[in-house]
């Protein structure tokens, strides 16, 4: 059965055939942090999702430009045009350069990141690193006529947009609705239409980041960087476009609105966004007190919280639900995650041991050997469907069943084929460290095994038993750790 992957398209709603526009080339970009803060959970939860899109097409073989980017600017409170800055408003508050709130946070985003062992992407701009770029896109989307300035903003013209083209094709919203559903301009505003957004905002005087352009000193819009910054390194038209399902509307519905009018082509074949993170039911809120961020998980320093839970217990957690599902997190399905996780790194501990011994019996070879064929199969259709995790970590774990039995005798290797076998460690480890990229979390491991040996040297010792005695001083020193005699007992040193 010939197999291709299925992406689900927020744009057509519906599983649609993966076919990159220039393959095996991919061009993806995913709507990074705002870094004012510490980043959340379900943010997490979000950039984990394309992290696994990522890995599952390099697995594939393609050749994948993953850009992330960083907002810096332009991301005002509440998501609307008025307000102060978020980064600025940090800044004044921790009284620090708005630079240095955006290296701190940006820092503590890659920490997080490399813990729960997100891959990197290609490319990781910045707005504030592209405001020439998004000075030009302002410019050309005013001279296609659909964009006017009032008083040295810039602001995109919706209506007259959507005349032309579809305003809502992304996220389903009818434009009438959209209107009535807003407060009526007065005659002192900017705007001419309720729904229409700024590319750039002159900046009032007590606004601290701020850049010359034709219109004013002032800065870009929120929307317009993600629009410049992923045509600028993908193209006019590149193949994914991803972020949480928050940003459906109306970020990315403008970040289209700003192309088309810009460009004259939609900018995305594929729009994917990934589903929400509650905990005990409940959307996570500060007001409610249920906010737990990535750090608390790990140090178990919450009062929702039982127990720490390591990275990797995380990670296996919340690959537990696909990613277009609501995923609920609790200290219950933690520990169940927990257990999973850990029966996953041992069936990788005992697979890596085991080796075909090359020769089989031919007649034994049968029924074990298909249904171990269907299941590495079967994690391929898990994963094209849509990257379906869920389904993929269950047919991992039918796989495990079947390395147990291996281990513990139950199925002789001879039972397998030698192809079938290479086959089923390739793909189990494969799947576990490259597509969903659990890696192994050992203990600290040292102190106990160091404490361990110190008792039988000073055993050793107390038996006169000096040979002993003498080896276990050699061994340790050749792995650069003496021992030191000490009144109080025993003592070990780096050797210096
Ligand atoms: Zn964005």
């Given at each position: 059965?010939?197999?291709?992957?299925?992406?689900?398209?927020?744009?057509?709603?519906?599983?649609?055939?993966?076919?990159?526009?220039?393959?095996?080339?991919?061009?993806?970009?995913?709507?990074?942090p705002t870094v004012y803060s510490?980043?959340?959970?379900?943010?997490?939860?979000?950039?984990?999702?394309?992290?696994?899109?990522?890995?599952?097409?390099?697995?594939?073989?393609?050749?994948?430009?993953?850009?992330?980017?960083?907002t810096d600017?332009?991301h005002?409170?509440?998501?609307?045009?008025?307000?102060?800055d978020k980064v600025a408003k940090k800044a004044?508050?921790?009284?620090?350069?708005p630079?240095?709130v955006v290296?701190k946070y940006?820092?503590?985003?890659?920490?997080?990141?490399?813990?729960?062992?997100?891959?990197?992407?290609?490319?990781?701009?910045?707005?504030?690193?592209?405001?020439?770029?998004?000075?030009?896109?302002?410019?050309?989307?005013?001279?296609?006529?659909?964009?006017?300035?009032?008083?040295?903003?810039?602001?995109?013209?919706?209506?007259?947009?959507?005349?032309?083209?579809?305003?809502?094709?992304?996220?389903?919203?009818?434009?009438?609705?959209?209107?009535?559903?807003?407060?009526?301009?007065?005659?002192?505003?900017?705007?001419?239409?309720?729904?229409?957004?700024?590319?750039?905002?002159?900046?009032?005087?007590?606004?601290?980041?701020?850049?010359?352009?034709?219109?004013?000193?002032?800065?870009?819009?929120?929307?317009?960087?993600?629009?410049?910054?992923?045509?600028?390194?993908?193209?006019?038209?590149?193949?994914?476009?991803?972020?949480?399902?928050?940003?459906?509307?109306?970020?990315?519905?403008?970040?289209?609105?700003?192309?088309?009018?810009?460009?004259?082509?939609?900018?995305?074949?594929?729009?994917?966004?990934?589903?929400?993170?509650?905990?005990?039911?409940?959307?996570?809120?500060?007001?409610?007190?249920?906010?737990?961020?990535?750090?608390?998980?790990?140090?178990?320093?919450?009062?929702?919280?039982?127990?720490?839970?390591?990275?990797?217990?995380?990670?296996?957690?919340?690959?537990?639900?696909?990613?277009?599902?609501?995923?609920?997190?609790?200290?219950?399905?933690?520990?169940?995650?927990?257990?999973?996780?850990?029966?996953?790194?041992?069936?990788?501990?005992?697979?890596?041991?085991?080796?075909?011994?090359?020769?089989?019996?031919?007649?034994?070879?049968?029924?074990?050997?298909?249904?171990?064929?269907?299941?590495?199969?079967?994690?391929?259709?898990?994963?094209?469907?849509?990257?379906?995790?869920?389904?993929?970590?269950?047919?991992?774990?039918?796989?495990?069943?079947?390395?147990?039995?291996?281990?513990?005798?139950?199925?002789?290797?001879?039972?397998?084929?030698?192809?079938?076998?290479?086959?089923?460690?390739?793909?189990?480890?494969?799947?576990?460290?490259?597509?969903?990229?659990?890696?192994?979390?050992?203990?600290?491991?040292?102190?106990?095994?160091?404490?361990?040996?110190?008792?039988?040297?000073?055993?050793?010792?107390?038996?006169?038993?000096?040979?002993?005695?003498?080896?276990?001083?050699?061994?340790?020193?050749?792995?650069?750790?003496?021992?030191?005699?000490?009144?109080?007992?025993?003592?070990?040193?780096?050797?210096?």
């Open positions: 059965m010939k197999q291709y992957l299925k992406v689900y398209n927020s744009l057509s709603s519906t599983k649609e055939k993966f076919e990159p526009l220039n393959p095996p080339h991919v061009g993806m970009y995913v709507c990074g510490d980043v959340h959970l379900g943010n997490l939860r979000s950039f984990l999702s394309f992290d696994i899109v990522f890995r599952y097409l390099l697995h594939l073989g393609y050749k994948v430009r993953y850009v992330r980017n960083i600017v332009g005002l409170e509440n998501d609307a045009d008025e307000g102060e004044k508050l921790e009284n620090l350069e630079m240095e290296h940006t820092q503590g985003f890659h920490r997080v990141t490399d813990i729960f062992n997100l891959k990197p992407p290609s490319i990781e701009p910045s707005a504030s690193g592209h405001i020439i770029e998004q000075i030009e896109l302002t410019q050309k989307i005013l001279d296609a006529g659909f964009a006017y300035e009032t008083n040295g903003s810039v602001y995109f013209d919706v209506m007259k947009y959507h005349k032309k083209s579809h305003y809502g094709i992304l996220s389903g919203r009818v434009l009438e609705d959209l209107i009535a559903g807003t407060r009526e301009l007065d005659g002192q505003d900017e705007k001419r239409g309720p729904l229409d957004f700024a590319l750039w905002k002159k900046a009032a005087p007590s606004h601290i980041m701020r850049w010359p352009s034709p219109w004013s000193n002032g800065f870009p819009g929120w929307h317009l960087e993600c629009s410049t910054m992923s045509t600028k390194y993908l193209g006019k038209q590149f193949d994914i476009h991803g972020g949480g399902i928050d940003l459906k509307f109306p970020h990315h519905e403008c970040e289209i609105a700003q192309c088309v009018a810009g460009y004259d082509v939609p900018p995305v074949k594929y729009w994917m966004h990934a589903n929400m993170l509650t905990i005990n039911g409940q959307k996570m809120s500060k007001s409610l007190g249920n906010s737990i961020l990535p750090h608390q998980l790990i140090s178990g320093d919450h009062p929702l919280l039982e127990k720490a839970y390591s990275p990797m217990t995380i990670r296996f957690f919340m690959l537990q639900t696909h990613y277009r599902s609501t995923l609920d997190l609790s200290n219950q399905a933690l520990i169940a995650a927990s257990k999973g996780y850990k029966k996953i790194a041992n069936g990788i501990r005992v697979l890596k041991q085991l080796q075909h011994p090359g020769t089989t019996m031919d007649n034994e070879i049968g029924k074990a050997d298909q249904q171990l064929t269907q299941l590495c199969d079967n994690c391929y259709h898990a994963m094209n469907d849509d990257f379906n995790t869920a389904k993929t970590i269950a047919h991992l774990f039918n796989i495990l069943k079947k390395i147990n039995s291996i281990h513990n005798g139950q199925l002789k290797l001879t039972e397998l084929s030698e192809d079938t076998f290479n086959r089923v460690k390739s793909t189990f480890l494969h799947f576990v460290e490259d597509v969903l990229g659990l890696m192994e979390e050992r203990p600290d491991e040292l102190d106990l095994l160091l404490s361990i040996v110190m008792e039988t040297y000073q055993e050793a010792k107390i038996n006169k038993q000096y040979d002993k005695v003498d080896a276990i001083r050699k061994q340790l020193k050749d792995q650069g750790i003496i021992l030191k005699d000490m009144k109080t007992g025993v003592d070990w040193a780096y050797e210096e």
